[in-house]
């Protein structure tokens, strides 16, 4: 029984230790795109999330489109057109509130999340040259807000980032090329399950509580 349970202890601790490894690639230039997401570990075991070919599109003028006369909408749709708009803004607002909630849980696993590759390169051209330098000056800032941000909350073992935003003064283009592997150690990725199963079971409680006082008052 003491052997059972050293071997149970022994593959518990190895699967903690366990690295994953999520790989993203995008590639866009005009209507060409290509994606994939790869989950891989030790041993060279991977396992595709998005498959690397592209899906067809449907071709042009095989589903019509249906357009609905302009006018004046009834009174029937003006108050489901505002009821909808309410609808609407609280579920985002309860969004909101489950993000504040589980967001202690994600920042402690991100902190703990290494970058071990982060390509983002961008090509950009307007009809007009003066536009395309305006561009290209508008996405060095983005690109250099968004690295912040996101450097702030991954480890610190992370590489350094290959940014690129290349000018196209010629004629309206645009290129884009994201490749970034994440690693993530599977313990810590189990911390943060449990840490939000309390903060979910910790909510319920909360909600309950008022409703067996009312019961015993």
Sequence with gaps: MWWLILILFFLFCVLVVVPLNLELYYRRRGQDHCLYLVVSTWFDIKYQLIPRERLPKPAPGSKAVMKEPRGVLPEKEKKKSAGGTLKLFRRLMSYVHLGQRVWPALEFLLHRTELRRFEWRTLVGLPDAAHTGMAVGGLWSIKGAVLTALYR???????LPEVAVVPHFTGSSFGLLIHCIFTVRLGHIMVTAVKLAFV??????????????????
């Design 200 to 217: 979910f079971i910790r909510d319920g409680l909360r909600k309950a509580l008022p409703f067996t006082r009312l019961l015993k008052g």
């Design 153 to 159: 909350l991954v480890s610190k073992k992370s590489v």
